[in-house]
């Protein structure tokens, strides 16, 4: 009788303990715990998140319930902030997406009459994550913006769990052990809950918890073996590439540090006394600037490479090589050498002294676009050959950058056959046969430089540099001093594998990968891996056997050229060099809005501007419209997309009194000492443009300027911008060529935008109309 009633008493046991835990599950409300209510907007919720975290985080709240305080209104926040999840919640009380829609939570027991049912849901104990998990909690959208990218600098080791997952306790001593030592190493960390992110674990092909994923350079590698601290650790170093670090000795430390002129990096040798190298110097991150190497100090082979570097064996070192292969440009050591240090080193020396042009994304880093008026970047660039003829102006070039380091100026070189069109657009297409040195400064990221030739070629003379020391010297005084400008385009990627190796790189990634999924994982998994290969392969057969298809039927007549065509084709060509020569690089339609100020638009476009905007007005007559227009459209392309600026030309030859009026206006208003100027009034405004504030009510002048490339001539064209010589130096505008009025107003819009340029207030706007009765009336008021 006693033997029987054991388990009644402990099937009621357990019904009282599974209603308990009902109860207690049924009591958490993410509306309570974050205190909103249930009509709450996203805003509301979470503003009220934001509060309740500042107020309960665990490094700032001493309380004792401060981590499950915390973690509620993490998971509160979790439900109510996903639109599916608090639809559920309002709907059902569900906070599992893995849960079927329209059935409770309360699913302990399912059927009790009939059987006794019971799986790991009935022992619903509260599990709380550990708190130090939740800084590598990741969703889909992270993932894809941030870890995704990333994984082209470092490896992830991320785990994929679940609330309810038992084998996943038991391996979480291991993972946070694991953790401990590879994060300090520069090993990303992530944490994906299958039940919570089950978007992110379908992309990473994870189904199942517990799973381990390493992800480097956006491949993805499942974890198959035991989890143990060792495995995980090999796991991450198998992912990296296999030549990330080169084992050196004193028979081949001398050809490594001379490949920097074939590689175009700097190298790096790392002395430290264990056999392997340690995962901490395979630095994944820097593998596209420097070149690393390791020595072994225990090594006999190794003492002649010590001998030579004085390296002390007490703690490891660390010697950076650019050009010079005989002494190190610099050293570090230390006893425990810490990530950030080798990092912040590296970092320090990515690029040669004179580096080489190899790819637009080195291009980029040395020389970057001008982003504010007062960090002006100058790149000095060498366009040479890489015959032996040219080994003597290359290296006076090198000794010439190393004796004149300043951070304004960046030394590099280009190979012509190399770098063809950025050649031709430097040198206007012609063929330079001695090396040539240009000084420029980018402008804008669509490839907008200014530049300017230093005149006599490049041999490394001592001529040629003291005549290239003056330049630069000119150039720091003076900006404007860059008197050419031209549309840089994209550089070569010299060293981008080809197609095929590209291809047969990609297609052992998709084998390995296939492989795997064969080896360790399900149906479903491999066939989904296997479409991609499959379509690849099925791709190139049907290209193949197309190709022969229509070699077999066409007929032999077919494929060969016929001279008329020929002689269509040279025809074309002389057309279109034909319209290229007359047309001068006329601007495409629509490509810049320009309206016309007229007695209809002139207080839409001025008298009632919004604040903030400015309408760019170019002066202009009948007989030198079309060529100012062209020109004007060309400057100011770059700046057209600025929402704040409005572009318009007023007709001199129907409004010819406006100018005048205004000018006489602005004068006034400064009170001009300048009264023996009235006479010298100009006559002839073409090629003026003003940039008009019509709310504040002031504009900026551009004058015409001359564009000869003497140094005299630049300092005229800035003493013309200045605001405060209205009068003065007008009368040359009449003496430029209509074609070249506009030139330096690309400088001009410039200094516009950068706010730099002086100011003219007036009292009030002239009208169209009454600019001819104004004139007058300031005429007679200056004369009493």
């Given at each position: 009788m006693s033997s029987g009633r054991h388990p009644l008493l402990l099937a009621i046991f357990l019904l009282v303990w599974s209603a308990h835990g009902v109860k207690s599950d049924s009591q958490f409300d993410p509306y309570k715990v974050l205190g909103v209510s249930r009509s709450a907007t996203q805003a509301e919720i979470k503003r009220a998140y934001k509060n309740l975290v500042r107020e309960w985080h665990p490094d700032k709240n001493k309380d004792p319930n401060a981590e499950d305080m915390f973690i509620k209104i993490s998971k509160s926040y979790e439900i109510l902030s996903n639109d599916e999840r608090r639809s559920n919640f309002d709907r059902y009380g569900q906070m599992d997406e893995n849960q079927p829609f329209g059935q409770s939570?309360?699913?302990g027991f399912r059927s009790f009459h009939n059987n006794f049912y019971f799986d790991e849901s009935f022992f619903h104990f509260p599990r709380s994550r550990?708190?130090?998990?939740?800084?590598?909690?990741?969703?889909?959208?992270?993932?894809?913006?941030?870890?995704?990218?990333?994984?082209?600098?470092?490896?992830?080791?991320?785990?994929?769990?679940?609330?309810?997952?038992?084998?996943?306790?038991?391996?979480?001593?291991?993972?946070?052990?694991?953790?401990?030592?590879?994060?300090?190493?520069?090993?990303?960390?992530?944490?994906v809950d299958l039940g919570y992110e089950r978007r992110l674990a379908t992309q990473l092909g994870a189904h199942r918890a517990p799973s381990i994923i390493?992800?480097?350079?956006?491949?993805?590698?499942?974890?198959?073996?035991?989890?143990?601290?060792?495995?995980?650790?090999?796991?991450?170093e198998d992912l990296l590439p296999q030549k990330l670090v080169e084992k050196i000795t004193d028979d081949n430390y001398q050809p490594f540090l001379d490949k920097w002129r074939e590689e175009n990096k700097p190298s790096v040798l790392l002395f430290d006394q264990l056999p392997v190298v340690p995962l901490l110097y395979k630095r994944f991150a820097f593998r596209d600037y420097v070149r690393f190497g390791y020595v072994d100090q225990g090594e006999t082979s190794n003492?002649?490479?010590?001998?030579?570097?004085?390296?002390?064996?007490?703690?490891?070192?660390?010697?950076?090589?650019?050009?010079?292969?005989?002494?190190?440009?610099?050293?570090?050591?230390?006893?425990?050498?810490?990530?950030?240090?080798?990092?912040?080193?590296?970092?320090?020396?990515?690029?040669?002294?004179?580096?080489?042009?190899?790819s637009q994304q080195i291009f980029d880093e040395l020389c970057p676009v001008k982003q504010f008026h007062r960090r002006r970047k100058y790149c000095v660039l060498l366009l040479t050959g890489e015959d032996s003829a040219f080994v003597t102006s290359n290296k006076a070039f090198l000794d010439f950058a190393a004796a004149n380091k300043k951070d304004v100026l960046r030394f590099a070189y280009v190979y012509q056959h190399q770098q063809q069109p950025l050649c031709q657009a430097l040198l206007q297409s012609q063929t330079a046969v001695s090396p040539q040195v240009v000084i420029l400064e980018r402008r804008s990221q669509a490839?907008?430089?200014?530049?300017?030739?230093?005149?006599?070629?490049?041999?490394?003379?001592?001529?040629?540099?003291?005549?290239?020391?003056?330049?630069?010297?000119?150039?720091?005084?003076?900006?404007?001093?860059?008197?050419?400008?031209?549309?840089?385009?994209?550089?070569?990627?010299?060293?981008?594998?080809?197609?095929?190796?590209?291809?047969?790189?990609?297609?052992?990634?998709?084998?390995?990968?296939?492989?795997?999924?064969?080896?360790?994982?399900?149906?479903?998994?491999?066939?989904?891996?296997?479409?991609?290969?499959?379509?690849?392969i099925f791709s190139a057969l049907f290209i193949l056997f197309g190709t022969v298809i229509i070699q077999a039927f066409s007929e032999p007549g077919e494929s060969q050229p016929q001279k008329p065509k020929k002689k269509e084709q040279t025809a074309t060509e002389d057309e279109s060099s034909k319209r290229a020569n007359t047309s001068s690089r006329p601007p495409k339609k629509d490509f810049v809005e320009v309206t016309e100020l007229t007695d209809i638009t002139y207080t839409s476009n001025l008298v009632k501007l919004r604040p903030g905007h400015l309408n760019v007005v170019l002066v202009l007559t009948d007989a030198s419209k079309n060529a100012l227009l062209r020109k004007f459209a060309k400057e100011v392309f770059s700046f057209s997309g600025a929402e704040t600026l409005h572009f318009s030309f007023l007709n001199a030859d129907k409004h010819g009194l406006w100018m005048p009026s205004l000018l006489r206006r602005a004068c006034d208003a400064a009170q001009s000492q300048n009264q023996s100027d009235e006479d010298d009034e100009p006559t002839d405004y073409t090629g003026h443009v003003l940039a008009l504030n019509g709310y504040k009510k002031y504009f900026c002048l551009f004058r015409p300027v001359f564009t000869g490339d003497g140094l005299n001539d630049s300092s005229r064209s800035h003493s013309r911008e200045d605001g405060a010589r209205l009068k003065r130096g007008s009368n040359r505008a009449t003496s430029i060529d209509v074609h070249h009025k506009l030139d330096k107003l690309g400088l001009w819009m410039e200094r516009l935008m950068e706010g730099t340029l002086p100011r003219l207030h007036v009292p009030a706007w002239p009208t169209l109309e009454d600019a001819f009765i104004a004139f007058f009336l300031f005429k007679i008021i200056d004369t009493t």
């Open positions: 939570q309360h699913h550990d708190f130090a998990d939740s800084e590598y909690m990741l969703h889909h959208a992270q993932f894809n913006s941030d870890i995704l990218p990333d994984s082209h600098k470092r490896p992830y080791l991320i785990k994929v769990t679940s609330d309810w997952c038992f084998a996943c306790i038991h391996i979480e001593p291991v993972w946070k052990e694991a953790v401990q030592e590879l994060k300090p190493l520069g090993v990303g960390i992530g944490i390493g992800l480097v350079n956006g491949r993805l590698t499942f974890f198959h073996q035991a989890v143990v601290r060792e495995h995980l650790r090999q796991f991450v003492s002649r490479l010590l001998r030579q570097f004085s390296i002390n064996t007490y703690a490891p070192i660390m010697l950076l090589f650019k050009e010079n292969t005989e002494k190190p440009v610099d050293v570090i050591q230390a006893r425990g050498m810490k990530r950030q240090i080798m990092d912040e080193f590296v970092s320090n020396n990515k690029f040669l002294q004179v580096p080489r042009l190899v490839g907008k430089v200014l530049y300017r030739s230093v005149s006599g070629g490049w041999n490394g003379s001592e001529e040629d540099k003291y005549r290239l020391h003056e330049q630069l010297e000119l150039l720091q005084k003076d900006p404007t001093y860059l008197s050419s400008d031209t549309t840089l385009p994209e550089l070569n990627n010299e060293l981008a594998p080809i197609f095929i190796i590209r291809w047969i790189n990609d297609a052992y990634d998709y084998l390995l990968q296939v492989y795997d999924d064969l080896l360790y994982s399900n149906c479903k998994t491999c066939r989904r891996e296997m479409m991609p290969i499959l379509s690849l």
